[in-house]
């Protein structure tokens, strides 16, 4: 008789036998399936294909022809083809200079690359040396001071985070007692005219271009392009350029002064037509300081109206500024090869991007649709050259989403789109690069408009009365109108002849020119209203500007007392009636209600001064100290 039990048994580990086989057929089809999702969204790659939507350009290509070699393409585009000519004044400066003025010393290699782009003898040596005001000061008070030179050193270094080297120099003649025996300024201008004469006469010559030059085999064209660039030693030259200008204001030497600040125009333009965001930064700065270079700074010596319109003359021939599109168009190769160098693992992401080291070697290998990413950077710079993207991140922050937003890695799709952001991250303020832009531009016309008040007053013996009045005192128009003739421009001179200066500003003949256009006397910035104005003076019986409409000659004036303003609303640029008033400004301070001083620049607004410079002041600069620079009591020099 069978056993039950034992028959009981082999069927049941029968029947689990086809069980265990199906677990584990099923273990492996999920770690198949898990391997190959992985695979799918963590590790695949969609390798860069060449094409106008990804890369933009299709050639020129590298020698295996698998990329596309930016590096030459950009050479291409952006540098003049007279670079080793002695029409560049770069190639002058390096040929006296060498990287002897250059804070980081180029290697031998890239000083026989830059020699072979300039035409230059790369065994001939420097024969000059630049020395800017700060280490000068600091050789001279160790010469002359030794029982002192720690103390003073550190004060120097102190003040030299705070002023300019001017102020440094008044500031240690003031601690040494007797300002014969230290006479700081002096010494280093004499010592470094050479120089200072090489830098002016190079950038007077049609070009001063650095060429883009890199000692690798497989050049990348932004390590290339910064390391050539010598964008602090511009600045350096720029700051010697302006003090050396102010020191010759001091000893009437208003010729020399005037070319030194057209110098130091110059070499911003010139710095800034190399193209990138960088360039163009580097190019306001630097033209920044000639804005804020002063022409009038005493009243025994004065500049004539002559020079005032050669300098006025000057400015007005510099090159054009470096436009937002082209600017953008060159950041497009730069980002776009930086893309491609990751793409082909030329580079590692963390090597481009400041990723958080525990983050580094996830992302470095992760997988990436590199054509999503192209694109996506493409479309960014497209909208920015259009003048359509907004950022949504705050000011002052970039896009770090990898950090807070894991989840977003977790698909090749997604990753991607997030990886773009981190390339885009650098034009996330886009919108911020035009605003320095614009108010560079806005600057630039405040200081002709400054200058030609200087220039009126040379003429008539009186700045241009607020508004003109008829025989009843009735205001007939603007100063905007008065001074056309005095703004070096031979369109607005016509304009002038054109406009019946015995009618009303509103009359039936004068309203024909309402709504025209004068780009001078409006800021870029501000909303574009046919025919308005955003720059205005302060009226007030004490000041520069009275309500009588009369002149009043600067005689006695203070030379950092304001005499032009922005304005935040514009109004028509005839009107005779709308200048902002002395008891709005005092009251409100700067920015603070339409009728005030005030500007659409973010933080402040740009001023235009007695000495002919224009300067910027913050929105929250201490109200006592602003009607001070109104009224022309403020009984420190600020500058």
């Known amino acids: 008789m069978p056993d039950n039990n034992t028959s009981t048994t082999a069927d049941h580990e029968n029947e689990k036998k086809p069980r265990k086989i199906g677990c584990v057929t099923m273990m492996w089809g999920v770690a198949f399936v898990g391997g190959f999702l992985f695979w799918y969204n963590g590790l695949r790659e969609v390798p860069l294909r060449i094409s106008p939507e990804t890369t933009y350009i299709t050639e020129p290509l590298t020698a295996d022809g698998k990329r596309v070699d930016y590096f030459a393409a950009y050479k291409q585009m952006v540098e003049p083809p007279n670079i080793a000519t002695d029409d560049n004044g770069y190639r002058l400066v390096f040929q006296h200079l060498g990287d002897t003025a250059w804070s980081e010393k ?24 630049y020395v800017n005001f700060y280490t000068f000061v600091i050789k001279q008070l160790e010469k002359q001071y030794p029982e002192k030179y720690e103390e003073t050193a550190e004060l120097v270094k102190q003040h030299g985070g705070r002023v300019d080297p001017f102020e440094i120099a008044r500031f240690i003649e003031e601690q040494r007692g007797d300002p014969h025996i230290f006479p700081a300024t002096k010494l280093w201008v004499e010592e470094s005219n050479p120089v200072l004469d090489l830098i002016a006469e190079a950038v007077a010559k049609p070009i001063y271009f650095a060429p883009i030059v890199s000692t690798r085999e497989s050049p990348g064209l932004m390590e290339s392009y910064y390391n050539t660039g010598n964008f602090q030693e511009s600045r350096n030259f720029a700051r010697s350029l302006s003090l050396r200008a102010r020191y010759r204001v001091g000893i009437g030497d208003f010729d020399g002064a005037i070319d030194d600040i057209l110098a130091c125009y110059r070499l911003g333009r010139h710095i800034a037509s ?5 360039d163009v930064l580097v190019g306001i700065a630097i033209e920044g300081i000639a804005v804020t270079t002063a022409i009038d700074v005493s009243h025994e010596k004065r500049a004539t109206a002559e020079q005032l319109e050669r300098l006025t003359e000057g400015i007005r021939n510099l090159p054009p500024m470096m436009t937002i599109e082209r600017c953008f ?4 190769y730069i980002m776009l090869d930086m893309i491609q160098s990751v793409a082909i693992k030329a580079k590692k992401m963390s090597e481009v991007f400041p990723i958080p080291s525990r983050l580094a070697v996830v992302v470095d290998r992760l997988g990436y649709d590199w054509n999503l990413i192209a694109r996506v950077t493409n479309e960014r710079i497209d909208s920015l050259i259009a003048g359509t993207y907004t950022s949504t991140l705050p000011p002052g922050t970039i896009r770090i989403d990898y950090d807070y937003r894991p989840w977003l890695w977790l698909t090749l799709g997604s990753r991607s789109q997030e990886m773009a952001e981190v390339f885009c991250m650098g034009y996330e303020h886009g919108d911020m690069f035009c605003e320095a832009l614009r108010r560079a531009e806005c600057a630039d016309n405040m200081r002709q408009i400054t200058l030609a008040m200087l220039i ?25 109108v008065l001074l056309l003739p005095y703004l070096g421009d031979k369109t607005l001179a016509e304009l002038y002849s054109q406009i019946k200066l015995d009618e009303p500003w509103d009359s039936e003949h004068n309203r024909q020119f309402h709504t025209r256009n004068l780009d001078i006397y409006r800021c870029p910035s501000a909303v574009k209203n046919d025919g308005e104005s955003n720059y205005s003076v302060i009226v007030g019986d004490d000041l520069l500007f009275g309500n009588a409409g009369k002149g009043h000659s600067l005689d006695g004036r203070k030379r950092h007392q304001i005499i032009l303003a922005e304005r935040k609303e514009g109004i028509c640029w005839m009107r005779p009636d709308a200048e902002i008033t002395q008891h709005a400004t005092e009251t409100d301070g700067i920015n603070k209600t339409a009728t005030s001083i005030g500007s659409n620049h973010n933080g402040g607004a740009n001023f235009g001064w007695c000495d002919g410079s224009v300067k910027f002041l913050t929105e929250t600069i201490v109200s006592s100290q602003l009607n001070d620079f109104i009224r022309g009591t403020d009984t420190n020099d600020p500058w």
């Open 456 to 480: 009126y007053e040379r003429r008539n013996g009186t700045l241009p009365p607020t508004f003109s009045v008829d025989e009843n005192g009735k205001p007939l128009h603007s100063w905007r």
């Open 106 to 129: 180029l290697s031998p290699e890239a000083i026989q690359k830059l020699c072979e782009e300039l035409g230059l003898d790369p065994n001939t040596q420097p024969d000059m040396e």
């Open 274 to 278: 190399r193209g990138s965001m960088l």
């Open 329 to 332: 168009e060159l950041e497009r």
